[in-house]
């Protein structure tokens, strides 16, 4: 089940972003969280099943495109179809108001977005 973002999940989402290459750095991964919490623009999902296992992080670059900036899954979880049960359930909750792309590092999950 995809759940938004909130402060009390901090820990747990900082920890599952940490997964990605591109946030190994710790200042790099604080700044990352506090873009989701300050910045509109940007949301962060979790997938929970009896624990959080996954995260999923999409930023709305204008009034139809949906960027998948960050997609995770915790290592022991990973290959049973979480990724993509994460980006099915934000396609369904956007619904036709958005077309939701990749960026670089998504790409495997989403066709990456037009220029």
Partial sequence: MLIRYKKSFEKIAMGLLSFMPEEKDVKKLLQTIREYESNDNWQLYLWK????????????DDQSKAVIQH?????????????????????????????????EYTETFVDHCDA
């Avoid at 099943?49 to 709305?60: C, P, S, T, W, Y």
Wanted: aromatic share 6%.
């Fill in 49 to 60: 099943e009896e624990d959080i296992l996954g995260a999923i992080g999409i930023q709305f």
């Fill in 71 to 103: 997609l995770t899954v915790n290592p022991s979880h990973r290959n049973t179809g979480i990724g993509k049960q994460m980006v099915d359930a934000v396609k369904y909750q956007l619904g036709e108001r958005y077309h939701v792309c990749s960026n």
